[in-house]
C-alpha cells in the first residue's frame, strides 16, 4: 500500500493469535420419547431440575426421560431432541402431536352499566383565568381633556365600551371607579397603585382598542387582545346521553376524593374513589346506559378522561381470550387457568394464574394485566414473555372495556386436547427427514458435540441409518443397545447378521458401537424398579472422561468407566468369561457388575465400534480423537478458504496448526505426527519449487492440499504381568536384560 503525506511514524495492530477455542466438552445429542417441550430443537440440558423444567418428569409412555435421569445424576451432560410421530417425516406440519388448549370468555354475560375511570391521582388543578391586563404606570395619574383621555374596549365578543377619564392627580381607586362606571362585562381594579384590567367571565378574552386621544400611555397600558386563559378546572358530563352536567373543580392539588366532592351534585350515576383514582358509574345498565365526559371539559385530559362514550353491555359474553400450552402433548391437559380481579384496580384491571398439577414449582401469577395493547401490561405480550407453560391470544371480543376482560373464574379452566403424537409410531419418526430436520436430523441444528444415542430404539434400520448419518457428518458417533431380553449368545447373531435368524446387514461402521447390558434403575415417579438403556450411564462416562481426561482416553474400564445408580443387570456378562470372550471378538462392549474382590461395581468394559475391519479404527477412543481432531480444525481451515493460494500462505496456516498438534502429542493423545503443508515450497521464474503436495494446475484449480500423518494413542487391552520365582542366591540381573524367561508355566 503507497504511503504519502507528511513524514510520520506509521503503527499497525495485526493479530497474529488466531486460535480456535475449545470445543464443548462432555455433551451427548440424544434423541427422545419425553412429556412435553420443543419439539425436534435440540436443548442443552446439565442437570435434572433442568430437565424437569423443559421436558417433564420421568414418563408412564417411555423410559427414555428415566435413562438421562440417571445419566445427569451421575454428571452427564445432554442435548435433548424431542421427537413426535409424523404422518409424513417430511412435513413437520403433519406432526400428530397436538397442543392443549381453551378459550375463555369474558364478562358480557351480564347487564353492565356505562362507567368512566380516571387517572391516578392527585392532581393539581388550575382555575380558568379571563382576559386581563395591567398597567405599567403608577399613580397618581393625570387626563388631558381631548388629548389623552379615552379609552375603546372590548369584553370577549360584546360591543366596544368607550370610556373618557378625567381629572388631575387622580389615585388608582379613583380612576378605576371611573372605568367600571361607565363599563359592563369587565373590572378595573387597583394592584400595587397601578390599573388593573380583568373580564369578569372566565371564558372571555379583553380587548384594548385604537382610538382617537387615548390615555393609554398615561396608565401604561398597550393596544393589545389579552386572551382567557382556559385553565383546567371544569368537568362536563353526561349521563345516559342526557344533558350536560357541568361542575367547577376546587383549584389546587387535590386527591380523588377531594375532587368527586366537587362531583357531588351529579344526578344519574355513582362517583366512588378507590387507590387513587375515581370511578363515574351510570344507575342504569344495558346498551342505554352510557357515561360521556364531553369534550368542552378543561379537566377532561388532566384526570385521564377520553371524550368517548362509555355505554354498558347487553348482556352476551363472547369469547376474549385463548391459552394454549408453549409445546404439544396430553401433559398441557394438566394446566389450569384462574381470573381474578386485580387488587390495585378491580375495575379495569385482571390477574392471571396458572397452575400445572404434575409440577408445582412451574405455576405462575401474572398481576394487574390489561386489555389495552397500548399498555405496558397488555396480557398478550406480558404472558407471552414470561410463560413457560402457556401462550396466549387475544380473540379481541366487541364487547366494550372493561366487560372485555376474561370473566372471574375461582374454580379455573382446564386446557384441553393435548396429544402426544406416539400413535402410529414407526422407525421412520427416529430417523426424520434432513431437509424438514425431524427425527435425528435436527442434530443438524447443533456442532456442540461429538455423541448421539438413541435411547427408545434397538431397531437395527433405525441403527443403520443413524451410523450412516455420523459417516456422512464425519463428525459425530452413534451408539446403541440390544433388543430388550436377548441373550448374549443371540445378541452375537444379531451384531453379526447370522442367516439364517437374520437377513439385514452387520452393523459395520467406524462411527457406530454397540453396548449390552441394561441396568436395573429406581424411578421415584411410580415408586418401581425399570430395566432401561444403559446409554444414559455410559454419557456420563463421556462426560467425564472428556472433562477430566480427553477424548484420546477409553471412556470405559475401572478409571473411567465405573457407574452407579445400578441395582442389577438383565444379563451379566461378566458372571461368565466365554461371553466376555464372545463379545469381544464380535466388537460387542457392555455394562457389567465385577465380583473382583474390593472391586463390585458397575463399569462399561470393552470400546470397540461395530467396524469389521481390525485397525485403529475399530477403537472408540481412536474414533473420538480423531472426531476431536476434525471438529478443531474445521473451523481454522474454514478461516483460509478465499486467501492467497500462495506458499507464503501455507507457511502461515501452517505456524497455527502445528501448536495443536505439539498440544496433543504433550497430552498423550498421539505418540507422533508429521504436518505436510509445503510450507517451504517457493515460486521461482514461475514455477513452483519444494512442492510435494501441491501443483500448479491445483492453484489454478483453487486448490490447496495439506496432510497429517498422526500415530494415535493405543489403550491397552491386556495386562501381561509374569511373576517368576528364581533359585535361591541367584542374581535377578541374570534375568533383568531379557525379554522372554526361560521359565516353566505353572498354574
Known amino acids: 500500500m503507497a504511503i504519502t503525506g507528511a513524514a510520520r511514524a506509521i503503527i499497525t495492530t495485526g493479530d497474529l493469535a488466531i486460535y480456535v477455542d475449545q470445543i464443548n466438552k462432555g455433551y451427548t445429542i440424544v434423541v427422545i420419547k419425553c412429556e412435553r417441550g420443543p419439539v425436534w430443537e435440540p436443548i442443552l440440558i446439565a442437570s435434572w431440575d433442568e430437565f424437569e423444567r423443559i421436558f417433564g418428569s420421568t414418563w408412564s409412555f417411555s423410559t427414555d426421560p428415566l435413562v438421562l435421569k440417571m445419566g445427569l445424576l451421575q454428571g452427564a451432560k445432554f442435548i435433548a431432541i424431542r421427537a413426535v410421530h409424523c ?3 417430511t412435513d413437520q406440519n403433519t406432526s400428530t402431536a397436538v397442543c392443549s388448549s381453551v378459550v375463555v370468555n369474558d364478562r358480557g354475560d351480564v347487564p353492565t352499566s356505562g362507567k368512566v375511570v380516571s387517572g391516578t391521582g392527585a392532581w393539581n388543578i388550575i382555575a380558568a383565568t379571563p382576559g386581563s391586563v395591567t398597567g405599567t404606570e403608577v399613580e397618581n395619574f393625570t387626563f388631558g381633556l381631548g388629548v389623552s383621555d379615552k379609552m375603546l374596549l372590548t369584553v370577549g365578543a ?11 392627580n387622580l389615585t388608582g381607586l379613583e380612576v378605576a371607579g371611573q372605568i367600571n362606571a361607565a363599563t359592563s362585562g369587565l373590572t378595573a381594579s387597583v394592584v400595587d397603585g397601578k390599573i388593573k384590567l380583568a373580564a369578569n367571565n372566565a371564558a372571555d378574552s379583553l380587548s384594548i382598542k385604537t382610538i382617537g386621544a387615548d390615555c393609554y400611555s398615561v396608565l401604561g397600558l398597550l393596544e393589545s ?4 386563559i382556559p385553565g383546567q378546572d371544569s368537568l362536563v358530563v353526561s349521563i345516559d346521553g342526557g344533558a350536560d352536567q357541568t361542575f367547577k373543580l376546587t383549584p389546587g392539588i387535590r386527591t380523588s376524593g377531594q375532587v368527586i366532592a366537587d362531583l357531588a351534585g351529579l344526578t344519574g350515576a355513582t362517583v366512588v374513589a378507590t387507590l387513587g383514582y375515581f370511578t363515574i358509574t351510570s344507575l342504569l345498565t344495558g346498551l342505554s346506559s352510557s357515561v360521556q365526559i364531553q369534550a368542552s371539559s378543561t379537566a377532561a385530559t388532566l384526570l385521564g378522561f377520553d371524550n368517548n362514550a362509555h355505554s354498558g353491555t347487553a348482556g352476551q359474553a363472547q369469547p376474549t381470550a385463548r391459552y394454549t400450552a408453549v409445546n404439544p402433548g396430553v401433559w398441557g391437559d394438566s394446566v389450569k387457568i384462574f381470573h381474578s380481579d386485580s387488587f390495585l384496580q378491580p375495575g379495569t384491571l385482571f390477574d392471571v394464574s396458572i397452575v400445572f398439577e404434575k409440577q408445582s414449582q412451574l405455576n405462575a401469577v401474572y398481576p394487574n394485566l390489561s386489555m389495552d395493547p397500548l399498555s405496558d401490561r397488555y396480557f398478550v405480550n406480558y404472558i407471552n414473555q414470561r410463560g413457560a407453560l402457556v401462550t396466549v391470544e ?19 379452566v382446564y386446557l384441553t386436547g393435548g396429544a402426544d403424537g406416539l400413535t402410529g409410531w414407526t422407525d421412520g419418526d ?11 436430523f435436527a442434530a443438524d441444528k447443533t456442532d456442540l458435540a461429538m455423541d448421539i444415542f438413541i435411547p427408545g430404539s434397538t431397531s437395527i434400520s433405525v441403527y443403520q441409518a443413524l451410523a450412516a448419518y455420523c459417516e456422512e457428518r464425519g463428525d459425530m ?22 442367516a439364517p435368524t437374520y437377513s439385514h446387514a452387520p452393523l459395520d461402521s467406524h462411527r457406530f458401537s454397540l453396548f449390552y447390558g441394561r441396568p436395573l434403575c429406581y424411578d421415584s415417579r411410580d415408586d418401581s424398579r425399570k430395566f432401561i438403556s444403559n446409554l444414559g450411564h455410559f454419557a456420563s462416562c463421556l462426560a467425564f472422561t472428556d472433562t477430566n481426561y480427553n477424548e484420546s482416553y477409553a471412556p470405559v474400564g475401572e478409571q473411567r468407566g465405573v457407574v452407579k445408580l445400578v441395582e442389577g443387570l438383565d444379563c451379566n456378562v461378566a458372571e461368565t468369561r466365554g461371553y466376555q470372550d464372545l463379545f469381544s471378538n464380535s466388537g460387542i462392549n457392555y455394562l457389567q457388575i465385577t465380583r473382583t474382590r474390593g472391586a463390585q461395581r458397575a463399569v462399561f468394559w470393552e470400546q470397540f465400534t461395530t467396524q469389521l475391519n481390525i485397525d485403529a479404527f475399530r477403537d472408540l477412543n481412536v474414533v473420538r480423537f480423531i472426531t476431536l481432531i476434525r471438529k478443531t480444525m474445521s473451523p481454522l481451515l474454514r478461516g483460509y478458504v478465499f486467501a492467497p493460494n500462495a506458499p507464503f500462505m501455507w ?11 505439539d498440544l496433543w502429542q504433550a497430552e498423550n493423545c498421539i505418540y507422533a505426527y508429521v504436518l505436510q503443508t509445503d510450507r517451504d515450497a517457493w515460486m521461482s521464474g514461475g514455477e513452483l519449487m519444494g512442492a510435494v503436495l501441491n501443483t500448479g494446475l491445483e492453484m489454478d484449480q483453487g486448490i490447496y492440499k495439506a496432510r497429517a500423518l498422526i500415530q494415535p494413542t493405543r489403550v491397552a487391552r491386556y495386562i501381561d504381568m509374569t511373576i517368576g ?23
Request: zero cysteines.
Open 225 to 228: 387582545v389579552y386572551a382567557a
Open 430 to 440: 427416529w430417523i426424520g427427514d434432513q431437509y424438514s430436520k425431524t427425527g435425528f
Open 651 to 661: 507457511r502461515a496456516m501452517h505456524r497455527e496448526l502445528q501448536p495443536y498438534y
Open 158 to 168: 360584546g360591543a366596544d365600551q368607550t370610556v373618557t377619564l378625567a381629572g388631575e
Open 477 to 498: 458417533i452413534g451408539y446403541g443397545n440390544f433388543p430388550v431380553g436377548m441373550p448374549p449368545l443371540e445378541a452375537k447373531k444379531w451384531r453379526m447378521a447370522e
Open 394 to 412: 387475544d380473540l379481541h371480543s366487541t364487547n366494550v372495556a372493561p366487560t372485555n376482560r376474561p370473566a372471574v373464574d375461582t374454580g379455573g
Open 725 to 747: 520365582a528364581t533359585r535361591t542366591g541367584e542374581s535377578f540381573a541374570t534375568y533383568e536384560v531379557l525379554k522372554d524367561l526361560p521359565y516353566w508355566v505353572k498354574k
Open 87 to 89: 404422518t409424513d417425516v
